[in-house]
């Protein structure tokens, strides 16, 4: 299972004009007129499968959120998005269009309700930050889509961690005679959540190489404001903001309503909050490319003369997250040998 936000580097390309300004799309050929809106794809099956969706979840989507846009949607529903997007859907709120990739379950249900929040959203959460509006399309999506929900806070709980500076898991050799650990660190250093809050773009100077962490605060502010004050909450919060000046007064709204006190500690185990029994098999996928990186850095004077393949198996890696639970076998799966191998020289 695959959600966009954090699986996969997300390309965050603004396409905000009524045929998305700058991203070519062809309106896919098969229709459907479903009760709340019309579905194209290029298969009638899928078309009237999404359609069903559509109907499912856009009285669910104006429940949750109140005070709705007025709004008819329109779905296009591709196998690729416009402008090398690599995301589960892309939103035009001026034209009441969505884009929405073709994916397994449960991953086109929660990508379509994601983007069902941004659409039908009222213009009085016009005051969120885009990463905390974000977050509120990821709490409602998953919410709905609750199968979704384990691999999306183990995202989420990586880029929270990766925003302090810190991965909280170990890798291990578990071949005898080569037992070590080799802790993971972030590829960058910390990023800071009131940057993160205040950001007028998820694709701003400075952002675009950091969505994964920016997300991740997003995520875990809007739940903790969603789980104590509800979405009236943010609602009041957001029409705070749109009167004053962004920069200056939404950090510090939003994170004091969401709990966080400012002191490192707290922030560092909001992450482990997204971390549970239920998110360990997710992260290994997650991390693919750092455990890689640190076993080709860490590790090759022990596989002299030997392919990837046979020094995955001789070292035998497995991954500890937290102490509560059970290594994690990496050798098991195809996606740690497929980046060894593309690094491997």
Not at 131 to 153: K, N, Q, T, W, Y
Request: proline content about 6%; some cysteine; aromatic content about 4%.
């Amino acid at each position: 299972m695959r959600i966009a936000i954090e699986v996969r580097r997300l390309a965050y390309a603004m396409c905000a004009l009524t045929a998305f300004a700058g991203c070519a799309a062809t309106r896919p050929a098969r229709c459907v007129q479903a009760s709340y809106g019309v579905v194209y794809a290029d298969d009638e099956n899928r078309a009237s499968s999404v359609g069903t969706q559509l109907d499912h979840f856009v009285p669910l989507v104006r429940q949750r959120i109140g005070g709705s846009a007025a709004v008819r949607p329109e779905i296009w529903v591709m196998a690729e998005l416009p402008a090398d997007n690599e995301s589960g859907g892309m939103t035009s709120r001026q034209s009441g269009r969505i884009l929405l990739r073709t994916a397994r379950e449960p991953d086109q249900s929660f990508f379509l309700a994601h983007e069902l929040v941004h659409l039908l959203r009222g213009s009085d959460l016009d005051g969120l930050p885009p990463a905390i509006e974000e977050g509120l399309c990821d709490a409602i999506a998953a919410d709905l889509v609750p199968e979704a929900a384990a691999h999306l806070h183990a995202a989420r709980g990586i880029g929270i961690a990766a925003a302090n500076g810190s991965l909280p898991v170990t890798l291990m050799l578990g071949s005898p005679g080569l037992r070590t650990s080799l802790q993971l660190v972030a590829t960058a250093p910390p990023l800071s959540w009131e940057n993160a809050l205040t950001a007028d773009s998820l694709g701003a100077d400075g952002m675009r190489t950091r969505e994964t962490e920016v997300r991740g605060v997003g995520y875990i502010v809007t739940q903790r404001i969603l789980g104590s004050r509800g979405i009236d909450g943010l609602r009041e919060i957001a029409a705070r903001v749109k009167k004053d000046d962004l920069d200056r007064v939404a950090a510090g709204e939003f994170l004091r309503a969401a709990g966080f006190d400012g002191s490192p500690e707290d922030r560092i185990g909001a992450a482990s909050d997204l971390l549970g029994k239920e998110e360990i098999p997710y992260v290994p996928g997650l991390l693919t490319k750092e455990i890689a990186a640190a076993l080709v850095r860490e590790c090759r004077p022990l596989c002299e003369g030997l392919t990837s393949d046979e020094c995955l198996d001789r070292l035998q890696p497995v991954l500890q997250v937290g102490a509560l639970y059970e290594p994690i076998r990496l050798t098991d799966g195809p996606q740690l040998r497929e980046a060894l191998r593309g690094i491997w020289e």
